[in-house]
């Protein structure tokens, strides 16, 4: 099965500031018959359901803020909110969908 | 709009079994996966498995093999997770979401809190 681990487990970033999560998986998730990721990240906030974000690494879910951008390719993948807002606190979760069970990241919280 | 509607929250003694419902509305039911996840308190998410409404065909995750069983009814647009032999580390919100083949997790259900306490 495919692991997925994520970097930092916190951090803190003033409003307005740049916050940058890591995500690696254990093998990587580069289809070869359309040449996209599959990675998905999620937003779950205390109370809520998560919340899609970004799909294929870099596509963002309709609705999302275009502060929030996908990157990477193949085993190492980051998602960055470029000015960050109050409402942006929550957990971030990087998601593989490449194969098998379909496997979270452990989370990293954002905080202000 | 799409919506994933589940059943409410659950106290339940340790052995005991649950079962919670995911009702679908919004898009053709048989189109797409339902899977399950859950979050413990204080946790990160994990997926429990999946189901195919069209063709009833079940994913469980290893973690889950044997205590778990998935369903659905096509003529309700509902979906159903039943895990057996709670233990109070099966404490957790457990969420219905909406997955295609190989595709992320595009809505989901408000979310089950089931607690396992004597």
């Known amino acids: 099965d495919i692991v997925m681990t994520q970097s930092p487990d916190s951090l803190a970033v003033s409003l307005g500031e740049r916050a940058t999560v890591n995500c690696k998986s254990s093998q990587s998730l580069l289809q070869s018959s359309n040449n996209q990721n599959s990675l998905a990240w999620y937003q779950k906030k205390p109370g809520q359901p998560p919340k899609l974000l970004i799909y294929r690494a870099s596509i963002r879910q309709s609705g999302v803020p275009d502060r929030f951008s996908g990157s990477g390719s193949g085993t190492d993948f980051t998602l960055t909110i470029s000015s960050l807002q109050a409402e942006d606190v929550a957990l971030y979760y990087c998601?593989?969908?490449?194969?098998?069970?379909?496997?979270f990241g452990p989370g990293t919280k954002v905080e202000i | 709009q799409v919506q994933l509607v589940q059943s409410g929250a659950e106290l339940k003694k340790p052995g005991a079994s649950v079962k919670v419902s995911c009702k679908s509305s919004g898009y053709t039911f048989a189109g797409y996966s339902i899977h399950w996840v859950r979050q413990a308190p204080g946790q990160g998410l994990e997926w429990m498995g999946q189901?195919?409404?069209?063709?009833?065909?079940?994913d469980y995750g290893q973690k889950f093999q044997g205590r778990v069983t998935m369903t659905r009814d096509t003529s309700v647009n509902t979906a159903y997770m039943e895990l057996r032999g709670l233990r109070s580390d099966d404490t957790a919100v457990y969420f219905c979401?909406?997955?295609?083949?190989?595709?992320?997790?595009?809505?989901w259900g408000q979310g089950t809190l089931v607690t396992v306490s004597s």
């Open positions: 189901i195919n409404p069209n063709t009833g065909a079940t």
């Open positions: 998601q593989q969908y490449y194969s098998g069970p379909p496997a």
């Open positions: 979401a909406r997955g295609g083949d190989l595709s992320p997790f595009d809505h």
